[in-house]
């Protein structure tokens, strides 16, 4: 069974103004990482786990909902909340940064991009047997990547205003010096020398900054997708793991056949991203099979398809089938929050940030 891991990424914030609490030192000091690790991030309200490797969702979601309830039952013995959202509500005018060298050295390559640089995400990685692979599948997999991110934004206000984005944070990034689908490789090689090339180049300290929303692991043998906001609850978590490892199966099992990769045009796939990230799921996609724009929920199905043969062999058909139906009730993480603050303003938008963070259930929401 092809194995998966997740990493999550949490703001702590102040729970009567919702902006960024810095307190991650405090809070990391308390908690127990459970089989995974937790560590400090860029900014110092921020938290990071990364999970221990899975093979099934079932397993997944025991572990975070089990971790999750430990950071929110210390963050709140420390007088704030742990949120799961690609940006806070509210910011202050600029963040404070951990206290570590690399961290100070983004700081100063970057400068005044670090002001709107508050923003969290959810990444997934997929086990591949070796690099060469681990391109067979970023090759097929990034033309995906708007789907992903119309499945998952999480982030519709800025400075406590509306955007009138699902994914406030995937604007941001855009400031970032690499960011949006990687490009297209010819090999292990091809991929090696083109990522270290970068680092020097346009505040990029080294590769772990080239922030292309896929990517090869440095540390171990996995493609790392990391188009998808911080999420609310467990729920679009469990699914896009289970999306992005039957996607990178289907590659692998396309390149033993000899099935090449749909061939899709930077500039569409960037343009794809930026409709992906204002719409989400309410408007039209990009369908790479086409090259053309379709019903988003359509694109939804056209994946499905894609994907059919993996996600039968790894059990989680049924288990994808309810998440996307329990998507289609409740909304993505950004139509949540936009009709929690419509309804019910600050306060009923702390109630959903607080209550639905450990929410894990198909049925919940």
């Not at 025991?62 to 309830?69: G, I, S, V, Y």
């Not at 680092?199 to 997708?225: F, I, K, M, N, Q």
């Not at 199966?249 to 796939?269: I, K, S, Y």
């Amino acid at each position: 069974m092809t194995t998966f891991g997740i990493e999550e990424e949490y703001f702590l914030v102040e729970p009567r103004t919702l902006r960024p609490a810095s307190l991650a030192d405090s809070v990391l000091t308390d908690l127990d990482p459970g089989r995974g690790a937790v560590t400090h991030e860029f900014l110092a309200s921020q938290l990071e786990r990364a999970t221990a490797v899975f093979t099934d969702l079932a397993e997944a979601e025991a572990d975070l909902h089990k971790f999750r309830a430990d950071l929110a039952s210390t963050a709140h013995a420390h007088g704030v909340l742990a949120v799961g959202a690609g940006t806070p509500f509210d910011a202050h005018p600029a963040p404070t940064l951990t206290d570590a060298p690399r961290y100070h050295r983004i700081g100063s390559g970057v400068r005044g991009v670090v002001r709107d640089h508050q923003i969290c995400a959810t990444h997934v990685h997929v086990g591949v047997p070796n690099r060469e692979a681990g391109v067979r599948a970023l090759n097929a997999v990034r033309v995906w990547l708007p789907t992903l991110l119309a499945l998952t934004g999480n982030s519709p206000f800025w400075r406590g205003r509306s955007t009138g984005f699902d994914s406030w944070r995937a604007v941001i990034m855009r400031r970032w010096a690499t960011t949006g689908c990687p490009p297209a490789f010819a090999d292990a090689n091809d991929y090696d020398r083109r990522i270290r090339r970068l680092v020097g180049v346009g505040g990029t300290v080294d590769t772990a900054t080239v922030a292309w929303y896929a990517r090869l692991s440095e540390l171990h043998p996995t493609v790392e997708v990391r188009v998808a906001d911080a999420q609310l609850d467990l729920a679009p978590t469990l699914l896009l793991a289970a999306l992005t490892r039957a996607l990178v199966v289907t590659a692998l099992a396309d390149a033993e056949r000899g099935t090449r990769p749909l061939d899709v045009e930077p500039e569409l796939l960037d343009a794809a991203l930026w409709q992906a990230s204002r719409d989400g799921l309410r408007g039209e996609l990009l369908d790479p099979t086409t090259r053309t724009l379709e019903p988003a929920r359509a694109v939804v199905a056209t994946l499905l398809r894609q994907v059919d043969e993996a996600l039968h062999q790894a059990g989680d058909g049924p288990r994808v089938t309810a998440l996307l139906e329990r998507l289609e009730r409740a909304g993505t993480g950004a139509r949540q929050q936009q009709r929690a603050f419509h309804h019910g303003g600050l306060s009923g938008l702390r109630g959903l940030l607080e209550s639905s963070f450990t929410r894990g259930e198909i049925s919940g929401g």
